[in-house]
């Protein structure tokens, strides 16, 4: 394979990006350049020299800045018709519940029923007769910042009159239901630096208010979530346990090895869709059914691995009708090691 070239497209928060850049410094003599989607000067810089992939970070902090990426997105994959890296149609559904959604929805995939409404009016007769709880999600924002357990009428009722005046509410702060909360501030006391960046994140995300509808879903009961990860022909997978009401955004993970059954249902998926890059959170139910709660093609890792097997890290791969387990470091840098490699590997088929 001759020499590749391929540009990272940033988005408007200025670290964001820096994972795909380590990742292809560590594999070395990989020419890269940084566009930032949200530039003026985007178009020119992509549309002028021919890349070989463009990988993508869409940003998951304000609805305007995901917006004007996923449009520019879509300008380079139906006009400039240049590869793009986690795929298109894996963009538009991350950190857009309210597209996705309605994406599960239309592909008959199984997903809690959500419900979206735009009338204040219809919202209110649909709660007035529906007893169970429901989960009330703001359209953008990780780590269950936009995440309300609504048990009662009156708690519904109040979520739903801000949601059409004020705006719904949403955590803008540190997560304290996280835990560890000590252990990062001293983090933060140690790296003083940091402590403006986390500063300004919080302050985009308390002035991207969400007004005039709600997202609303049936609540699944469960005492954790699987989180299975695919990246390529590599997959992992392990729980996101409970903390309160929600496993999203605790960071408590079990890593006892998981059933092979959930590889098969997520490859199924990244097979139909042809899909490249997914952290796909599903519940399951007592009777065994899996339902889709979230699908990301970028996510957070607080710990080196995403999967131990009989206590070793590694990941599984579809091989000759069979899952083979391999031992060995396929998570690091978040996984974004990885991805480089995926994206290598296409470019050598395509050779």
């Not at 809690?112 to 007035?128: D, Q, R, S």
């Not at 957070?300 to 579809?318: C, T």
Request: net charge neutral.
């Amino acid at each position: 394979m001759g020499q590749i070239r391929l540009a990272v497209l940033a988005n408007e928060n200025k670290d964001d990006h820096l994972n795909w850049c380590r990742a292809l410094d560590n594999r070395g003599n990989i020419d890269y350049d940084i566009i930032c989607l949200s530039g003026s000067d985007w178009f020119e810089r992509i549309a002028n020299v021919k890349y070989d992939y463009l990988l993508a970070k869409p940003p998951g902090l304000t609805a305007t800045y995901k917006q004007l990426y996923d449009e520019r997105i879509f300008l380079i994959d139906n006009i400039l018709e240049l590869p793009v890296y986690p795929t298109p149609e894996e963009i538009y559904i991350y950190e857009n519940k309210r597209f996705f959604y309605s994406w599960l929805k239309a592909n008959d995939l199984p997903h809690p029923k959500a419900y979206i409404y735009y009338c204040k009016n219809e919202v209110l007769k649909f709660v007035e007769n529906y007893e169970p709880p429901l989960v009330a999600k703001h359209n953008i924002g990780a780590s269950s910042s936009g995440v309300h357990i609504l048990k009662s009428k009156t708690d519904k009722l109040k979520y739903i009159n801000e949601a059409f005046t004020s705006g719904a509410p949403k955590r803008w702060g540190p997560n304290f239901e996280r835990g560890g909360i000590i252990k990062r501030g001293l983090n933060y006391l140690k790296n003083p630096g940091m402590i403006k960046g986390k500063l300004d994140v919080y302050n985009k995300i308390r002035t991207d208010v969400q007004k005039g509808f709600v997202i609303l879903q049936d609540y699944i009961e469960h005492e954790y979530e699987w989180r299975i990860v695919a990246i390529g022909e590599s997959y992992f997978a392990h729980k996101k346990l409970k903390v309160g009401d929600k496993a999203s955004g605790s960071l408590l993970k079990n890593y006892d090895n998981p059933p092979l059954y959930l590889f098969d249902f997520v490859r199924n998926i990244m097979e139909r869709f042809g899909l490249t890059s997914q952290a796909v959170d599903v519940f399951e139910t007592m009777n065994g059914e899996l339902l889709i709660n979230e699908m990301q093609c970028m996510f957070g890792q607080s710990d080196p691995y995403q999967m131990l097997v009989d206590n070793k890290p590694g990941r599984y791969r579809y091989l000759n009708n069979k899952w083979v387990f391999e031992e060995g470091d396929f998570a690091r840098n978040e996984c974004f090691d990885l991805r480089v490699e995926h994206i290598l590997s296409r470019l050598r088929n395509q050779k």
